[in-house]
Every structure is written in C-alpha cells, then in structure tokens.
C-alpha cells in the first residue's frame, strides 16, 4: 500500500502563484506515474497534470504555459507549481500515484482545497 498526502491548498487571488505537495510512501515511487488531478464541485475529476516514472508530462490544456508539475524521487515528493490563476482553478486538488506495472493500481490522497478569488 501507499500512504500519499498534499499540502499547500490555500486562497489565493486572481492572478497568484501558489506551489502544492505531496508525499508518498514506498521505495517504489520512482517506478510510478504520478498526477495531479482536481475536482470543483458539480464537475468530473479532471487530469491537470501528470509526470511518468521516466518524466514526460501531460498537462491539460486549460493549465498549459500556466502550470508545472515536476517530482523528486529522492524524496518521493510531486509538486505543482500553479502560475496565473483563475477561479476556474478553483477545486479541490488530489495527488495521484499510479502504478502502471503489474495490475495497475491507482493510490489517492485526501485531496486540497485551492480557491482562487477576489
């Protein structure tokens, strides 16, 4: 099992920058794809970003140019990086780590508030 965890949700205004964490457990993380996805209320749970075990990226397109998703396997941490945002970023914000080998299995953190408003 991994245990995972974000941090960093805050309120921020329009047009702020605000960096989130998480932390996972294991020795495995390198081997995992990892993501961030988030959800508003009302809405799916949408990809906002994600980078593989060999670190290639994916971003939505609504976060592109705006946000970084980048990992230290070192220290089994994922961050984001959000620039420029607006209250559509709004959500609550989850960390995912997915393991793509063997039967893939997807571990969840409890997520983290993100507000953007004025």
């Known amino acids: 099992q991994v245990q995972v965890m974000e941090s960093g949700g805050e309120s921020v205004q329009p047009g702020g920058s605000l960096r989130l964490s998480c932390k996972a457990s294991?020795?495995?993380?390198?081997?995992?794809?990892v993501g961030w996805y988030r959800q508003a209320p009302g809405k799916q749970r949408e990809l906002v970003a994600a980078?593989?075990?060999?670190?290639?990226?994916n971003y939505a397109d609504s976060v592109k140019g705006r946000f970084d998703v980048s990992r230290d396997n070192a220290k089994n941490m994922l961050y984001l990086q959000m620039g420029s945002l607006k209250p559509e970023d709004t959500a609550v914000y989850y960390c995912?780590?997915?393991?793509?080998?063997?039967?893939?299995?997807?571990?969840w953190g409890q997520g983290t508030q993100v507000t953007v408003s004025s």
């Open positions: 995912n780590v997915r393991r793509t080998w063997g039967t893939p299995k997807d571990y």
């Open positions: 294991g020795y495995l993380f390198s081997t995992y794809d």
């Open positions: 980078i593989t075990s060999d670190d290639n990226t």
